[in-house]
């Protein structure tokens, strides 16, 4: 079985850089399949941040493209989000997840638990 | 930019009824990237629907999708405890992943 579980700190200032891993186990990382994070600020929707392929190709929402890199370690089995910049706005729960790929679609199909950050000083 | 609106954005229900949650896109969406997840309270998201009609493993027949082009459904059929919760829909187009504003199912 899957899983995939968010580790890193839980308090970050503003104008700092947001660091957290996913940690994937049951399957290795670099099996044909994309990996993604997404976050939801308290009592808000979901929102993308991005994808990242084993090979490191990555793909990113507009909105915080310039200020996110996703990398990614098959050795460890694991991928990384960095946020850099944050404010306030920022603060959310950051869930890692594996984007599924089928002949029938595409989807998030596995998510881990959920990370709390908050931006604050 | 591909947005997707939810609604309705709430809808109070009583156990054993049945609920019908729309999902519009202001683009055409491939109905083989449309998607639909179910988060419960203090919960990850979980996949339900994918590919616009397809249950993911070990989600009740009670659970149904439908819809193309910029018109998607989700169906409830009846109403159990657990799915009162909040249902997301998903898109992806050129590269982009989009969600919808989420519709929450409670209990009337």
């Known amino acids: 079985q899957l899983q995939l579980q968010e580790s890193g700190p839980g308090l970050v200032k503003p104008s700092e850089t947001l660091s957290l891993t996913c940690t994937v186990s049951?399957?290795?990382?670099?099996?044909?399949?994309?990996w993604g994070w997404i976050r939801q600020p308290p009592g808000q929707g979901l929102e993308w941040i991005g994808n990242i392929f084993y090979s490191g190709s990555t793909h990113y929402n507009p909105s915080l493209k310039s200020r996110v890199i996703i990398s990614i370690d098959p050795s460890e089995n694991r991928f990384s989000l960095n946020l850099s910049s944050v404010t306030a706005a920022d603060t959310a729960i950051y869930y890692c997840a594996r984007w599924g790929i089928s002949w029938l679609g595409e989807s998030f199909d596995y998510w881990g638990q959920g990370a709390l950050v908050i931006v604050s000083s | 930019e591909l947005e997707l609106t939810q609604s309705p954005g709430t809808v109070s229900l009583s156990p054993g009824e049945r609920a019908t949650l729309s999902c519009r896109a202001s683009?055409?969406?491939?109905?083989?990237?449309l998607t639909w997840y179910q988060q419960r309270p203090g919960q990850a998201p979980r996949l339900l629907i994918y590919a616009a009609s397809n249950r993911a493993t070990g989600i009740p027949d009670r659970f149904g999708g439908s819809g193309s082009g910029t018109d998607f459904t989700l169906t409830i059929s009846r109403l159990e405890p657990e799915d009162f919760a909040v249902y997301y829909c998903?898109?992806?187009?050129?590269?982009?992943?989009?969600f919808g504003g989420g519709t929450t199912v409670e209990i009337k």
């Open positions: 683009q055409t969406v491939s109905s083989s990237y």
């Open positions: 998903q898109q992806y187009d050129n590269s982009r992943v989009t």
């Open positions: 049951g399957d290795p990382i670099s099996h044909s399949h994309y």
